[in-house]
T-cell receptor
Framework: QKEVEQDPGPLSVPEGAIVSLNCTYS??????FMWYRQYSRKGPELLMYTYSSGNKEDGRFTAQVDKSSKYISLFIRDSQPSDSATYLCAMRGNTGNQFYFGTGTSLTVIP | DAGVIQSPRHEVTEMGQEVTLRCKPI?????LFWYRQTMMRGLELLIY????????DSGMPEDRFSAKMPNASFSTLKIQPSEPRDSAVYFCASTTPGTGTEAFFGQGTRLTVV
């Protein structure tokens, strides 16, 4: 079993829809939870991060962490064509520097 | 800062040839990571360095792969001999000292082995 599981999609939604992206994980030592966005032929860029459990909101984006269920989510409200990208979840613990990535979910927002 | 710089951006080589990928991390970052990305397997960690020292190379697929970090501003990933199944996008990333929460990625090197 991989440390981080993510549905690869692809996911296709109409403009303005609410998008929900999810990851599950198995290592209870993970404390930092991140979402990266990767445009085609580019490197991943950090979109949001959360420490431990709870919610974090940034504009149209909301990140949620449920450590009891080992489940994290990214919600995108009022999705735009410019949101079309691959979204990767990533996690790490309090010690060491290694990041554990999901395989990424490909999202297309149709105008 | 120019960010993490990788070269070359694209590499096409014949099977059996040696390939060297290069990375310059962000100045002041003390951790450097090499990843390989494919459609089938996603982003795989190959090796990472802390303070120029290799910490975990368990992701390096075979002895054909080797990585070095001779100083804080430069790292190489070498494949010798290359095989078609090595075709992928290779990313280098760096992060800040301590428990930095953001890994900064380069633009990647798209490797095609024919």
């Amino acid at each position: 079993q991989k440390e981080v599981e993510q549905d690869p999609g692809p996911l296709s939604v109409p403009e303005g829809a609410i998008v929900s992206l999810n990851c599950t994980y198995s290592n209870s030592a993970f404390q930092y939870f991140m979402w990266y966005r990767q445009y085609s032929r580019k490197g991943p860029e950090l979109l949001m991060y959360t420490y431990s459990s709870g919610n974090k909101e940034d504009g149209r984006f909301t990140a949620q962490v449920d450590k009891s269920s080992k489940y994290i989510s990214l919600f995108i409200r009022d999705s735009q064509p410019s949101d079309s990208a691959t979204y990767l979840c990533a996690m790490r613990g309090n010690t060491g520097n290694q990041f554990y990535f999901g395989t990424g979910t490909s999202l297309t927002v149709i105008p | 800062d120019a960010g993490v710089i990788q070269s070359p951006r694209h590499e096409v080589t014949e099977m059996g040839q040696e390939v060297t990928l290069r990375c310059k991390p962000i100045s002041g970052h003390n951790s450097l990571f090499w990843y390989r990305q494919t459609m089938m397997r996603g982003l795989e960690l190959l090796i990472y360095f802390n303070n120029n020292v290799p910490i975990d190379d368990s992701g390096m697929p075979e002895d054909r792969f080797s990585a070095k970090m001779p100083n804080a501003s430069f790292s190489t990933l070498k494949i010798q001999p290359s095989e078609p199944r090595d075709s992928a996008v290779y990313f280098c990333a760096s992060t800040t000292p301590g428990t930095g929460t953001e890994a900064f990625f380069g633009q990647g090197t798209r490797l095609t082995v024919v």
